[in-house]
């Protein structure tokens, strides 16, 4: 109960700072972009780790069609890599939690990978609800801002989790044969 308590706090929490952000910065703007993204990565990254389920739905499962990974790298999942290493977030995330060389660590990062993609998920979502709601408000090029970094802040990460995925997956059973 405690914990359901804690994550409709979280929820109220963030619709509270969501408001204020809608009413105190402009929503047709990059500002308003890129401060709710932000807010939302806060908000989202403490509900997800006060939520701490299994996260054991099919959904996370690797289609067929993506296994490889070819679509991935079709849409450019390896241009948005190395802008990760260039901007020295791929630095920063190892020094943070430096992966280990056993099953344990590898199991670990499959679940991070999962809980990441659930954060990005949500808040997809939400910013495509804000988006489209400034696309009528505003005009379509006056949410050209939300799009752009939904697309680069929310999208492209579940793209590289679910192209992530499947090679912790290979590696776990290759570490589990050992």
């Not at 959904?59 to 190395?82: D, L, M, P, S, T």
């Not at 809980?115 to 990005?120: F, I, V, W, Y």
């Not at 999208?155 to 044969?177: C, D, G, H, T, V």
């Amino acid at each position: 109960m405690n914990k359901t308590f804690t994550l409709i706090l979280i929820v109220i929490f963030t619709i509270g700072l969501t408001s204020a952000l809608v009413h105190y910065v402009k929503m047709d703007g990059f500002a308003f972009a890129w401060a709710l993204n932000f807010l939302l990565m806060l908000c989202v990254l403490t509900f997800t780790e006060t939520l701490k389920g299994r996260l054991a739905s099919s959904y996370y499962n690797a289609k067929g069609w993506e296994r490889r990974g070819k679509i991935y790298e079709h849409v450019g999942i390896n241009f948005f890599r190395k802008l990760l290493v260039l901007i020295g977030w791929e630095k920063l995330n190892k020094k943070a939690a430096p992966i280990e060389k056993n099953t344990t660590a590898l199991v670990n990062l499959h679940y991070q990978t999962k809980k990441a993609e659930l954060g990005h998920v949500i808040i997809l979502v939400i910013v495509l609800g804000f988006n489209v709601f400034v696309a009528f408000k505003f005009g379509v090029l006056k949410s050209l801002w939300l799009l752009a970094l939904n697309v680069l802040l929310n999208l492209y990460p579940i793209f590289l989790q679910r192209y992530n995925r499947p090679r912790i997956e290979r590696a776990i059973n290759l570490s589990k044969r050992r």
